[in-house]
């Protein structure tokens, strides 16, 4: 079963498609190594067959995906620091198969899971990622990727661009599907680290990077902006969590050149079109011809042909019409949302609702506040207490800062809204996707 990709890299064979380590890789060299792995893998594997392929986004993995995808595999893509947490993952995925680097093996086990099965039955190819976890068990999220394909059909805009989000991340996955379908040219990274990250964009003139707002924040933290010239950055789009008014504000104002475009984007539905309101603005319409969007009682839902089949451990989160509850709070404004949080991340406190992420956008607005995670603790009188980590610029001790938060911050922020344990750290703590931990060991909650 071959993919009309394939036809879109045969067009493009002199044109680079992949940098890795410095190194260019083009859409020639990119089709020879799919046809070499599909003439490997075909001798071994059977169509429909459910493989693990553990890497990264390296040359040789990357080909190595597209042959399974040619073949008719049903492909979870696994990097070595998610197979290490999660060593139950190939019973849990009823994974038949491993690829690592040139090995192939056989794990014994044998899959007779539904969502599997419809997709075999289509004669298509599949795709499986996981949740991070951060709410609760990792569920298995199942894409008929024939479905998925269908919306990087359409002739866009063709970029140089980093694919920062991980590879086994749909974020990440989407990045590479979007850039390579279109002729663009993909860098992979070895590190996140913000100054080899900016370093990458000056030496190969990247004008694309999809990222978080944390890693955005770690920029204005490092400065880095300041010492790498990023003249060739067109666009820089954030998701997979808030991004803070005042971050955005100062992203704007020192690199005007370029344009900030909010994205929302869910395992379990893909990556939406995204048209933000403005550069500087956290309201964004979503949908597009492939996806309906709907708001019920304060949630977003969405309706489309490329959702994914189901979850592989847990029940069904689509209504009775076919809606996907996202579990996303949005404020409406005429055409255009704004992400209020998720509700799995709603704080309780005495039976009124808070938001940590409005709760963090005042405090970031605070003098010296370089950056902030509102979290709770349980608490036997009110349920939840509001807590909250502030990295400062000064030396300001937690006493003092608490007071003066509670100082500026009376009047704007309700009683219930203002955190009551405060704690002045060195480093915010972030997870290996780049996204804000808010549940530390104090947590004793259950818990894209």
């Known amino acids: 079963m071959q993919s009309f990709l394939f036809q879109k890299f045969k067009n493009n064979k002199n044109r680079p498609a992949i940098i890795w380590q410095d190194k260019e890789y083009t859409y020639s060299w990119l089709v020879q190594r ?39 595999i049903i492909i979870i893509p696994l990097t070595e620091v998610f197979f290490s947490k999660n060593p139950g993952i190939i019973e849990l995925a009823e994974l038949e198969w491993m690829i690592e680097a040139d090995k192939i093996f056989n794990t014994g086990k044998k899959s007779y899971h539904k969502l599997y099965e419809s997709i075999k039955n289509q004669k298509h190819s599949g795709l499986v990622v996981f949740s991070s976890g951060s709410t609760g068990e990792i569920k298995g999220i199942v894409h008929d990727l024939f479905l998925f394909e269908q919306k990087f059909k359409k002739e866009r805009t063709s970029f140089r661009a ?23 040219c993909l860098l992979t990274l070895s590190t996140k680290n913000p100054d080899e990250v900016l370093s990458q964009i000056e030496k190969h003139k990247i004008e694309l990077l999809p990222t978080t707002p944390t890693f955005l924040n770690m920029v204005l933290l490092t400065e880095g902006y300041k010492r790498h010239n990023l003249s060739s950055l067109k666009v820089i789009t954030y998701g997979t969590e808030n991004m803070q008014e005042s971050i955005l504000k100062r992203l704007n104002v020192l690199l ?63 209504t009775q019409d076919g809606w ?47 950056d902030v995670t509102v979290y709770s603790e349980k608490n036997p009188l009110i349920g939840q207490i509001l807590c909250v980590r502030v ?8 006493g003092d800062f608490t007071k003066r938060m509670r100082k500026e911050l009376s009047g704007i922020l309700e009683e219930y809204k203002m955190p009551m344990k405060v704690e002045v750290v060195e480093e915010i703590v972030s997870n290996d996707r780049l996204k804000k931990v808010r549940r530390f060991a104090t947590d004793t909650r259950s818990s894209s």
């Open 391 to 398: 990295k400062l610029s000064t030396k300001e001790m937690r």
């Open 34 to 72: 799919i046809s070499h792995y599909e003439s490997i893998i075909s001798k071994t594997l059977p169509q429909g067959a459910i493989v693990g392929l553990k890497g990264d986004f390296n040359p040789e993995t990357i080909a190595t995906f597209f042959a399974l995808v040619s073949l008719g």
């Open 256 to 318: 005007p050149h370029v344009h900030f475009q909010q994205t929302y984007g869910l395992s379990e539905v893909g990556i939406l079109r995204s048209k933000s309101e403005s550069s500087n603005s956290l309201f964004v319409k979503l949908g597009g011809a492939e996806f309906q969007t709907r708001v019920v009682d304060g949630e977003m839902q969405i309706k489309s042909d490329y959702l994914m089949l189901g979850y592989l451990n847990a029940p069904s989160p689509f």
């Open 162 to 184: 980093i694919n920062f989000l991980l590879f086994d991340h749909l974020g990440g996955i989407n990045t590479m599907y979007s850039i390579l379908s279109q002729g663009g």
């Open 324 to 370: 996907f509850k996202t579990g996303d709070q949005v404020e409406v404004k005429g055409e255009y949302l704004k992400i209020l949080g998720r509700t799995s991340d709603l704080i309780n406190v005495g039976g009124q609702k808070v938001f940590p992420a409005e709760v963090e956008s005042l405090l970031m607005n605070l003098k010296g506040v370089l």
